[in-house]
């Protein structure tokens, strides 16, 4: 432990260049070609594989593996995206505990499910590497598709739509596509600049144009798109955040996890990234663990995750939590913040232990805090949308709205569980069913 | 723990777990190291005549398959006799006999098809002190397109002739190894047995080609573009081997003569089986070329925990113990119905079993909305396909019906006594019969 470790307030370059390198390194490091082999050989081919209903994608995991083991990997990535256009970015991202690999029969028999997620990746990156891209375009339709955000939803959206021979607009308000893939996903999942590589990868099927620094709203209007083109997919994910009401909360050193994320992933130089010696995030799911590991990883001494209810309720899953402990996060839960204090920028922060229905108990405590993350969820942004359902589009079938000629998927519509791999799934449906709507099937 | 001391045809050795003629003694260096490791016998790599020695090939000789986590299932070889001379061999095998007396020491013989050469070399191998020699009768490539090997053992004339030089020419013991590239086991090994031999063993390996270089177009192990079929071994062999030993045990005219069982041991189990069907002992090879010489101690201590689990107090109990269930199909009882059981706690729900009697056999297993796997009781015919693919032991097991008891599939009364094809209605022969 040195000086930079124990500065007070929010500095950068609390570790060397070497500390932040093997930190923020792949979480799951690639399998060699022997380890692939070796982990295929442990799926059972299994009939009406319950991994496959477990994929919100449904991609034929026995086939995929079954083609790895038999030394056909590309073929197992055409099986994997086929279903899945960004099965290389979800083989990094999906919590497959809590998906194909829950599912596995063989955690149910030995605790130890097939590694479907790494041979996912292993099968994707080596056809990407090769830079085979293996889908062509239809004969051109002559139809126009405006696609809204170019996150996993839209994308998925786009590279079916352009498939089947449609012209595809993607307008995203930020100047790089990829949404939460390339600004939230954390960075030790998709390293070497991943999310970039594949949406270049994705667009080699052709016919996809992609507009950014074009927000839906501020430089186009719903009813712009649908009187210019012939159906359009709203997919641009949540982009407000819920605001936390304790007072204080305008305090500096009061921020949106989101932010410190995107601002994370797109920073040159980690070493440049200020990061707090004390730490808090409030919240539990995927972006509160993201937020806390990152300042961990970043050289905060101190990284506390505070959430209101209790640990079997958080959002993150129990694997996630458990990076987080690891990494010396410390979490505490069924408390809620009661106030910020500090003289204009935040000192400490104050919460009140509450109880399974959040009744406050009247205990509080501090903890000392020069930077607060709030990771309380996201929401939806934007008016003249469709109509709602709770705080997100409502959508029936395969993603369609209230509008005529309005598909809506990914995080934004109402349904899903805020998922990369549901994002795609969403967008790759809606696709379908615009496709066999103009073509009038 | 029990006494695993064996006596084969007059020869003692510690244990039945003898290495057979191969390249794992092939010389001094790694037969003293088997003999330390535990083994209870060797039969030396075979032996050719005086005078220059075969040569191998200088490319790969071994082709092998793989099962799951490229466990190796069979190898294949296309390595001839020993290629190092007479004298040598002889000096070795002397020398290792003389510091392990108490351990099997068999040589291994295929010299060409005439008395004069089978003359000239018995004399220099009991002039070593070995136990035994065995006749290689079996090595299917290279030495049989010389009239020697299989070519020797696919003739039973040839093979009862040359068996009575050797025991016209020596007083050790002679076992008769056997080809399994045959169609009837039992036609040579009573050729050996006319002959005089003391015993047979068996098998050796069997004509393969392991696979096809997809680029070279060509048989693997592949030399210079081409490639020669092999011999088979390893445990894809071993319920060949298993049929050929029994086939032998339970012919009456053979009844007594002895049997050294070879093809795929590579557990205790495995020994214990080839015994249980009448072996006297066992000859190892791809197995020790696998794993090394340790794994005989595995076979020692798992051979000996069983015989004091079953009461056995030597081999001799163990010895074709299971040679009178050996039986032919038409003298099956067909009033023994069992029906498949799923043990729900064991079930991972993998689908498997259902794939299987769904697709390829009788529809009998039923799969609900959540996974649970059910047998259907009047549908299953009890083939035992399930039990084979499932990948959870003991998770279906075939359970039998009692006496009385209603078969759902066939509707009738499970009988009590037994009824096999020779009596049965169905029968052309019973039918002519009762005409
Ligand atoms: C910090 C964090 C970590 C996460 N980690 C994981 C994880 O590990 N695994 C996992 O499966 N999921 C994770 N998620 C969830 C996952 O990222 C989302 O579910 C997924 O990205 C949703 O895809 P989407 O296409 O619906 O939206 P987004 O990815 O949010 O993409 C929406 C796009 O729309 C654009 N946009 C927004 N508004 C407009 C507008 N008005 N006009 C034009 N464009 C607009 C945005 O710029 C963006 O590019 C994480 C989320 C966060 C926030
Ligand atoms: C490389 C190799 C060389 C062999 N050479 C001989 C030999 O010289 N003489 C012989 O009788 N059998 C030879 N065999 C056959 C073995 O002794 C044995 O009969 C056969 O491999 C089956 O046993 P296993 O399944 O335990 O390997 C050889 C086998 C192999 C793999
Ligand atoms: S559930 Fe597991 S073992 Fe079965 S097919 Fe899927 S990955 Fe393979
Ligand atoms: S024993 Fe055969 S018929 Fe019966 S359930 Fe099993 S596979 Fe089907
Ligand atoms: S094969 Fe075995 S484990 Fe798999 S579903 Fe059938 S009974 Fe269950």
Redesign the interface.
Known sequence: MDARTLKEGVVAGRLDSDALASGFADLHKPLSDHEA??AA??C???????CITACPTDIDIPLFIRQIATGTPDAAAKTILTQNIMGGMCARVCPTETLCEEAC??Q??EGEPVQIGRLQRYATDGLMKKGIHPFSRAASTGRRIAVVGAGPAGLSCAHRLAMYGHDVVVFDARPKAGGLNEYGIAAYKTTDDFAAREVDWLLKIGGIEIRNNTALGRDVSLDDLTTEYDAVFLGMGLGGVNALTAPGSDKDGVLDAVQFIADLRQVEDLSTLPVGRDVVVIGGGMTAVDAAVQSKLLGALNVTIVYRRGRDRMNASVWEQDLASAKGVRIITNASPVAVHGNGTVREIEFEFTDDDLDPTGETFRLAADQVFKAIGQKLDGDNLPDLDGRKIAVTGAGRTSVKGVWAGGDCAAGGDDLTVTAVAEGRDAAEDIHAQLMGR | MADLMTDFVGIKSPNPFWLASAPPTDKEYNVRRAFEAGWGGVVWKTLGEAGPPVVNVNGPRYGAIWGADRRLLGLNNIELITDRPLEVNLQEIKAVKRDYPDRAMIVSLMVPCEEEAWKAILPLVEETGADGVELNFGCPHGMSERGMGSAVGQVPDYITMVTRWVKQNTRMPCIVKLTPNITDIRKPAMAALEGGADAVSLINTINSITSVDLDLFAPEPTIDGKGAHGGYCGPAVKPIALNMVAEIARSPEMAHLPISGIGGVTTWKDAAEFMALGAGNVQVCTAAMTYGFKIVQEMISGLSEYMDEKGFASTAELVGRAVPNISDWQHLNLNYVTKARIDQDLCISCGRCYAACEDTSHQAIAMSEDRVFTVKDDECVACNLCVNVCPVEDCITMVALDAGALDERTGQKVAAEHGDWTTHPNNPAVRTAAE
């Open positions: 082999l070796v050989d442990r059972y081919f299994c009939h009406d594989a319950p029969v063989r149910a028999a």
